[in-house]
């Protein structure tokens, strides 16, 4: 739709007025203690065929499995899976939760002291996250005769580009739409030392925004409970780690802001995603739950083995009052797929966030309404805690509150609103009744001076 100066593009939006009806553990054991007899006695025979990288790694797995979290009890190793370093390809775990994407800026940082001698006028800054920290970058045109395309990322934080290296940019010209060119490997170690980082590839996108994915990967198998299962483990902060394990709330459905594990459940040998929470690739947890059987991880700090044991989780209960509702959730227990109408469901204790939720209600005249909620939209949903023994309740879904929005950039002008649940939880527009798409609502965009500026129908894209 567009008036005579404002051009409107809107995704998706839908208003509409419903009349909905609507009413409505086990204890832990400590497992570890009554396997220390046996380990004991074993040790010193076993420690004289060990490497000493061996002794030193199997040392800080122990003291990891010393510092189990309260709400659930491990047994003894049952597993152990050896992985290896692998290229990222097109079957990779590693493009769907990660990818980092940051917006660019012309305003240099205060961190930073310096640009480059051939970076023009206005180049863009950027940040990426590596592990605890955000390194501060620049990328240009160059000015000079050749007009090179260049990166450079201050690894080392004193706010300078002239003891970094430089990374050349590469024109992937299979982009249409827009410019966009490729930095790397580029390595997050810090400039002049000796301290490990990790390395990712760099695309930026007509200077407006970069994406970041890593080079390489780890991958393995494990045997449990006599069934081999590929699995594989992704660095998606590039800090050179692999157990970086997930905590609420994501940033969003597809960054979990963690460290990345998958395994193959089906034996087709690929990682399978679908909905986000819904898939073979997810977030790294404490513990992953694998046919009604749970197991905690310990992972080594470079991603070469992971423990499993067999583990005993504290349970609590999840409570929607009775609603029906389809759910994925991220945990720093395990994630888990939910679905029901009427029921509560027993979780290991910890803490969650909702990523995806389909909800079904019916109003007083009988029809069935769906709607669609995600992570960047959880409202209450997307940081909670299930505690042991207790039931975490939620009053979910209508009444709905509509809550509209206007973003003004690059002279396009977005409209749209969404639905905003009991708990804070916030719909997509396009709900459908009794399986069909609701039509398209129309929209009025009223000036200063109380005139139509401009009206029409939104369209679903």
């Known amino acids: 739709m567009m008036a005579k100066n404002v051009y409107i593009r809107y995704v998706i939006a839908i208003s509409m007025a419903i009349m909905i009806a609507f009413s409505a553990v086990a204890e832990a054991e400590n497992l570890a203690e009554a396997d220390s007899g046996s380990s004991q006695q074993s040790s010193s025979a076993s420690q004289k065929k060990l490497t000493p990288y061996e002794i030193l790694r199997r040392s800080k797995l122990q003291r990891a499995a010393e510092k189990t979290p309260e709400n659930f009890s491990a047994g003894p190793v049952i597993a152990e899976a050896r992985l290896t370093t692998v290229p990222v390809s097109r079957d990779s775990p590693t493009g769907l939760l990660a990818m980092q994407r940051q917006d660019t800026t012309l305003v240099r940082p205060p961190e930073l002291q310096e640009q480059p001698a051939d970076a023009p006028k206005e180049p863009v800054y950027f940040v990426v996250r590596v592990g605890d920290r955000d390194i501060h970058g620049i990328t240009y045109r160059s000015i000079s005769p050749?007009?090179?395309?260049?990166?450079?990322?201050?690894?080392?934080?004193?706010?300078?580009?002239?003891?970094?290296?430089?990374?050349?940019?590469?024109?992937?010209?299979?982009?249409?739409?827009?410019?966009?060119?490729?930095?790397?490997?580029?390595?997050?170690?810090?400039?002049?030392?000796?301290?490990?980082?990790?390395?990712?590839?760099?695309?930026?996108?007509?200077?407006?925004?970069?994406?970041?994915?890593?080079?390489?990967?780890?991958?393995?198998?494990?045997?449990?409970?006599?069934?081999?299962?590929?699995?594989?483990?992704?660095?998606?902060?590039?800090?050179?780690?692999?157990?970086?394990?997930?905590?609420?709330?994501?940033?969003?459905?597809?960054?979990?802001?963690?460290?990345?594990?998958?395994?193959?459940?089906?034996?087709?040998?690929?990682?399978?995603?679908?909905?986000?929470?819904?898939?073979?690739?997810?977030?790294?947890?404490?513990l992953i739950e694998i046919k009604g059987q749970y197991y905690s991880m310990d992972v080594a700090d470079d991603g070469g083995t992971i423990e499993f044991r067999q583990a005993r989780p504290q349970f609590g209960t999840l409570s929607l009052e009775g609603k029906q509702a389809k759910l994925a959730l991220w945990?720093?227990?395990?994630?888990?797929?939910?679905?029901?109408?009427?029921?509560?469901?027993?979780?290991?204790?910890?803490?969650?966030?909702?990523?995806?939720?389909?909800?079904?209600e019916t109003d007083s005249?009988?029809?069935?309404?769906?709607?669609?909620?995600?992570?960047?939209g959880a409202g209450k949903l997307g940081d909670f805690e299930i505690k042991p023994g207790q039931t975490t309740s939620f009053r979910i879904g209508p009444p709905f509150q509509t809550r509209s929005f206007m973003d003004n950039g690059e002279g396009n002008v977005l409209v749209g609103f969404d639905l905003k649940g009991q708990a804070g939880e916030r719909y997509v527009p396009g709900a459908t009744k009794n399986g069909k798409e609701v039509p398209e609502p129309q929209f009025k965009i009223i000036d200063s001076y109380g005139k139509v500026a401009n009206s029409g129908q939104f369209e679903f894209r």
């Not at 393995?220 to 709330?249: M, Q, R, S």
């Not at 720093?332 to 079904?360: E, F, H, I, R």
């Not at 005249?365 to 960047?376: L, Y």
């Open 146 to 286: 050749n007009g090179l395309v260049k990166l450079y990322l201050d690894t080392d934080g004193d706010g300078l580009f002239s003891n970094e290296k430089e990374y050349l940019g590469t024109w992937l010209s299979i982009f249409q739409l827009t410019r966009t060119y490729r930095f790397g490997p580029v390595s997050t170690q810090k400039a002049g030392t000796g301290t490990k980082g990790g390395s990712f590839y760099a695309d930026c996108s007509n200077g407006q925004w970069l994406t970041f994915d890593p080079v390489s990967y780890r991958r393995g198998k494990v045997v449990l409970e006599g069934k081999a299962y590929e699995i594989a483990l992704v660095d998606t902060d590039f800090d050179g780690k692999y157990n970086k394990y997930f905590v609420p709330p994501a940033a969003d459905s597809r960054d979990p802001q963690c460290d990345v594990l998958a395994i193959d459940l089906n034996g087709d040998s690929k990682f399978n995603f679908e909905q986000p929470g819904e898939s073979e690739i997810m977030p790294l947890s404490r």
């Open 365 to 376: 005249a009988g029809d069935r309404w769906a709607f669609k909620m995600t992570k960047a």
């Open 331 to 360: 945990s720093d227990a395990a994630c888990q797929q939910l679905s029901g109408s009427g029921k509560n469901w027993n979780l290991p204790a910890g803490k969650y966030a909702v990523v995806t939720m389909d909800l079904t």
